[in-house]
């Protein structure tokens, strides 16, 4: 089993490239993003609590992410990886992640970490907003509220897994093709 994390600010890429990764690598792709929206979308309660959270550009707690990731692992026992995007987002989801693989008796392989400027950041989540629908894409005080949040709480997650030589920096700006080449070397390598 080999399972990756796509680390990166809000807008980096992670979701545009992890559609390509899981279907080269042929890993099942966990984006807690995605999850949080469709719980939005069906009105759970859980998806409720959410909506509040997110539309502000704040962080969902812990406990909720860790049990949708806890469960989503259960539900595939077949899986020959995981692709992980959009978590671990704080350092004790980074500790909860690594006690739920030690269950499975695997690891994370490598931490693919994409760099972005800030400005790059905006702009990207600002055009996505025109045709997205997200409360959280077209509004540039939200935007710059999920970036604070990433500085605060996210960048430690790299921090984390630096300690055991996981980390890959990759840049994040270039065509897609381009960072899909860059990240795929690094997992070849690895894998
Ligand atoms: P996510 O769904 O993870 O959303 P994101 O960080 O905005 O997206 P991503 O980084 O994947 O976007 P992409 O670059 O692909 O999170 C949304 C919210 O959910 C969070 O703010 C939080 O509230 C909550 N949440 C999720 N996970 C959580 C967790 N673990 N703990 C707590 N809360 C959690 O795309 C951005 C745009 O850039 C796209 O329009 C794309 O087309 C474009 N783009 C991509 N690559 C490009 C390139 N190379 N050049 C130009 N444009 C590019």
Redesign the pocket.
Not at 8 to 18: A, E, H, N, R
Not at 172 to 176: A, Q, S, W
């Given at each position: 089993m080999f399972n990756i994390i796509l680390f990166?600010?809000?807008?980096?890429?992670?979701?545009?490239?992890?559609e390509r990764l899981v279907l080269k690598y042929g890993l099942k792709h966990l984006?807690?993003?995605?999850i949080?929206?469709s719980e939005i979308a069906s009105q759970t309660p859980l998806g409720l609590e959410?909506k509040n959270?997110?539309d502000k550009?704040?962080?969902?707690p812990?406990e909720v992410?860790i049990g949708m990731i806890s469960s989503a692992l259960e539900n595939n026992p077949q899986a020959k990886g995981f692709l992980f995007?959009?978590?671990?987002?704080?350092e004790a989801?980074a500790e909860a992640l690594d006690k739920l693989l030690k269950l499975k008796q695997t690891e994370i392989g490598v931490v693919l970490a994409l760099i972005v400027s800030e400005e790059e950041l905006v702009q990207?989540?600002l055009?996505?907003g025109l045709t997205?629908g997200r409360p959280?894409?077209n509004n540039v005080e939200v935007i710059r509220a999920?970036i604070t949040?990433y500085h605060k709480k996210t960048s430690v997650v790299a921090d984390y897994y630096r300690k055991f030589n996981k980390v890959f920096d990759i840049p994040?700006?270039?065509?897609?093709d381009e960072?899909f080449e860059s990240l795929c070397e690094k997992i070849d390598e690895r894998m």
């Open positions: 990166g600010p809000p807008g980096s890429g992670k979701g545009t490239q992890s984006s807690t993003g995605d949080l929206r959410a959270l997110m550009g704040q962080l969902v812990d992410v995007d959009g978590f671990p987002r704080t989801q990207r989540l055009n996505r997205s959280d894409d999920r949040e994040g700006e270039g065509t897609v960072i």
